[in-house]
């Protein structure tokens, strides 16, 4: 017999405790606990976290109230392979997406899962994705068999009791099942059930696979959702720049791994923009709609953030540094002898005695990695030393600009406009990033992901392109898009822009762009700054300089065009039409000068 929680944390959905008890039935818990949200309810799983080994507690003197989890070594990444879209027809789902057919998967993992969590618990965690109040805002629960799941999802998620408040006694949401089943890789799935509004995932532990609420619910779910009632679910930062004046643009950016996206949501400006500041707003994800003003609103879904470590320092990132000193899950990091984590990039050397990732002994001679490349953070967004004071605001924030980035160590130049909005739809479509050695075994190749959403949406590519463009039909006042690429490099492999915080200089001309307070020139392929535009005083960087960072180089451009052909190509049929002709004009442009 499954028993909700007392009515006033608002527990009288009955179609979530049909659900639970379906659930419960079917994998047989000894114990169902209904997460509150509250922090006794915090300090209990924490405790009892701990004497489960599952998490290891740091030096509570260095970094207060935070823990260390060691996951199993096969278990340390999404699997995109075991990763299904679950529609009534393989074409809904598109080329990109790995399809299985519901009822037949349903059938199977309910064959995994029968009695999967007996002599154990399970998990009820009700949350909210977006500002409590908000008309963005949308009700999940996850069933999960994982106290590591059920803590960090009380960092990344509004949960417990606003969740069930708001779904009262007849409202909607996301349902999410997530059981470990032993981490094993040959019964490992994340499926998704998009007509069902529906996740369940088994046989990871890993936050990508296990945390519905981001990447299965914020993104996949989210994106066919927006389809249906016209807005966007997107794989973006928001952030806010405020100058001395006190006037604050808002920005939504999308980046592929590894280009820089954390970074820049908080950003630090440097000195020559003395005055300034900018406001993280969100880290990676936007839900975005039209406002009664005509412009596009947007909201961070979640409530946390689940960042990578190696790379992350006082340099790179100082908000997250500080951040991430006290209240925080660090996962497959390594550890100090003095109770402290590390990781590759960190700025300082690992004192002897470190402990790897997997806690064996740690010593730089061996040649291994002493955190996981994967490793992660897991912390409340309020650490953020440049939380926006819009980031809980029920309204959102009014979107300027949207940027779309890469990796690209030539032909992409530093930043570039769109012509307009279905140009910027074509420029997201087909933006990508070069591989690395570490990653393929070759270096330069280009691989396409399309607005970074790839293998995020919950559809077929082609229609999410469409929707793009429907959307910008329906904007009164759409932001600009731009491109931009921190990472071309000169002639002698040496990058042309220094990156980092410097990256504000760029950023204050897209949003002089935005205002209409600056010029630019125009290309075959979009917009660049003129001379002059970028401020770079304080920088060792000459006008020339940044002409050769903003260069359009025909021959590049060639391949270039060559290659979205082909890639837009293995998409099928759906890309819509206008994609297509923003390619040939493209081919033109080069052709006539």
């Known amino acids: 017999m499954v028993s909700l929680p007392n009515k006033t944390a608002g527990a009288e959905n009955q179609s979530l405790a049909q659900w639970v008890g379906e659930i419960a039935r079917l994998t047989r818990p000894d114990r169902l606990i209904w997460c509150d949200g509250s922090e006794a309810e915090r300090d209990r799983l924490l405790s009892e976290a701990v004497a489960a080994k599952v998490l290891l507690p740091l030096e509570r003197h260095r970094r207060p109230g935070c ?34 057919e519901p009822k037949q998967t349903y059938e199977k993992l309910s064959k995994w899962l029968e009695g999967s969590m007996a002599g154990g618990a399970m998990y009820v965690v009700p949350y909210v994705l977006g500002p409590l109040g908000s008309r963005f805002a949308k009700a999940g629960v996850e069933l999960t068999d994982s106290i590591y799941v059920a803590l960090s999802m009380g960092i990344m998620t509004r949960m417990g009791a606003p969740a069930l408040d708001m779904l009262g006694p007849a409202g909607d949401f996301n349902r999410g099942l997530h059981c470990t ?70 920005v939504a950016a999308a980046f592929p791994s590894a280009c820089g996206k954390t970074n820049l949501a908080m950003l630090t400006p440097p000195p020559a923009f003395d005055g300034w500041r900018v406001f993280t707003v969100g880290d990676d994800i936007a839900w975005m709609r039209i406002g009664a003003d005509g412009r596009l609103w947007a909201v961070n879904p979640e409530f946390g953030y689940f960042g990578v470590a190696p790379g992350t320092n006082a340099h ?46 740690w010593n730089a001679a061996s040649g291994a990695k002493a955190a996981h490349p994967n490793s992660r953070f897991t912390t409340p967004m309020s650490n953020n030393p440049a939380l926006s004071p819009h980031a809980e605001d029920p309204q959102g924030v009014p979107i300027s600009a949207i940027i779309f980035g890469g990796r690209r160590a030539s032909t992409v130049p530093l930043v570039l406009e769109a012509f307009d909005w279905s140009h910027g739809v074509y420029l997201g479509a087909t933006m990508g990033s070069e591989t690395t050695a570490a990653a393929t075994g070759k270096v330069g190749v280009i691989r396409r992901d399309p607005m970074a959403m790839l293998p995020f949406c919950g559809y077929d590519m082609g229609q999410y392109f469409a ?77 020339e300089h940044l002409k050769r960072a903003t ?24 890309v819509p039409g206008e994609v297509m002709q923003q390619l040939s004009r493209a081919r033109r442009a080069f052709k006539a000068r």
């Open 67 to 100: 823990y260390l989890h060691r996951s199993n070594p096969n278990d340390v990444a999404r699997t995109e392979d075991a990763t299904f879209i679950c529609t009534p027809s393989k074409d809904e789902a598109g080329p990109t997406n790995n399809w299985a």
């Open 551 to 574: 260069a359009i180089d025909a021959r590049e451009w060639e391949v270039e065009l060559e290659g979205q052909h082909q890639f837009l190509a293995r998409l099928g049929g759906t």
């Open 316 to 361: 790179s990132n100082p908000n997250a540094m500080r951040m991430l000193k006290h209240d925080t899950i660090f996962t497959n990091v390594a550890l100090t002898p003095d109770g402290d984590i590390w990781w590759e990039g960190i700025g300082v050397e690992p004192p002897s005695g470190t402990l790897d990732w997997q806690g064996r002994p």
């Open 181 to 250: 089943l032993g981490c094993e890789p040959q019964r490992r799935l994340i499926c998704h059930f998009p007509h069902d509004d529906t996740v369940w995932s088994v046989g990871s532990n890993y936050g990508g696979n296990a945390l519905l609420s981001k990447k299965c619910f914020a993104l996949r779910i989210a994106s066919h959702m927006a389809r249906e009632e016209e807005w966007l679910a997107e794989h973006m930062l928001i952030l806010g720049v405020q100058s001395p004046q006190g006037e604050t643009t808002y």
């Open 467 to 543: 929707h793009w463009l429907a959307m910008g039909r329906k904007i009164p006042r759409p932001p600009k898009i731009f491109m931009v690429n921190w990472f071309r490099k000169d002639a002698d492999g040496s990058f042309l822009w220094p990156g980092y915080g410097e990256n504000m200089r760029v950023l204050d001309w897209i949003i002089k762009r935005a205002n209409h307070r600056a010029g630019a020139e125009q290309t075959p392929v979009g917009l660049v700054p003129r001379a002059g535009e970028v401020a770079l005083d304080g920088l060792d960087i000459t006008d």
